[in-house]
């Protein structure tokens, strides 16, 4: 099954400033996708991400705020913009991986003080 | 839309309990059913997959099951030891699509 490095593993952020989220897959895969996890509650996705096409948002979730590329079939950014201490979370982005199931990123602990 | 329940929210048993975790789906139009294990301020680690025409895995110690009708699967675990302890997530989905999870188990196996 494929495997994503996610970088950073945490950070500690300024309100009104952006952080960019890195995942990394070992393999080329099609759809890559981008979640949040509240403190104390499950994930929640934020987006799909296809490369050659924009993201496709949930509900709740603008571009604006969480601007997401996909240069290529193995590259994925998501970017947390003018951050405040609400979108302190985890956040995970994850790809199918077939008959293997689904792989995640080791996560992004974001602290927003 | 798709809703995932998991009963119960929280567990305690003592060292060498076997117990049963609970996932419930509304819509059995799945390709699959994925269990993960979350330790606390981590990812996720992939415990089980099941693909819709199966009916249960099983690994190591785990073993997860499927019934698609009912819109049920658990998750066996036998001989529990201190370090199961963890949130344990149920999600379903597949065929490209994205999975859609419950909002876990959180186990404590106390030796």
């Known amino acids: 099954s494929a495997v994503i490095s996610q970088k950073p593993s945490r950070d500690i952020c300024q309100r009104g400033t952006s952080l960019t989220i890195q995942c990394q897959v070992d393999s080329q895969v099609t759809m890559m996708f981008w979640y949040r996890q509240q403190p104390g509650q499950s994930l929640t996705l934020i987006a799909t991400a296809n490369q050659g096409s924009e993201a496709t948002y949930e509900s709740g979730f603008v571009i604006d705020k969480f601007p997401i590329s996909r240069p290529n079939l193995t590259f994925s950014t998501l970017t947390v913009s003018n951050m405040s201490p609400e979108d302190s979370s985890i956040y995970l982005c994850?790809?199918?991986?077939?008959?293997?199931?689904?792989?995640f990123g080791s996560g992004t602990r974001l602290t927003v003080v | 839309k798709q809703e995932v329940t998991q009963i119960p929210a929280a567990l305690s048993v003592p060292e060498g309990e076997n117990l049963v975790l609970n996932c419930s789906f509304t819509?059995?139009?799945?390709?699959?059913l994925q269990w993960f294990r979350q330790d606390p301020g981590k990812g996720l680690t992939s415990l089980l997959l099941?693909?819709?025409?199966?009916r249960e895995q099983t690994s190591g110690r785990l073993n997860a099951s499927l019934d698609k009708s009912s819109g049920r699967s658990t998750l066996y675990i036998a001989a529990s030891q201190p370090g199961d302890s963890a949130t344990y997530l149920c999600?379903?989905?597949?065929?490209?699509?994205?999975?859609?999870f419950g909002k876990g188990t959180r186990l404590s196996v106390i030796a």
């Open positions: 819509d059995s139009a799945i390709y699959n």
């Open positions: 099941i693909q819709s025409s199966q």
């Open positions: 999600a379903v989905g597949g065929g490209n699509t994205p999975l859609v």
């Open positions: 994850s790809s199918t991986g077939g008959n293997y199931g689904y792989t």
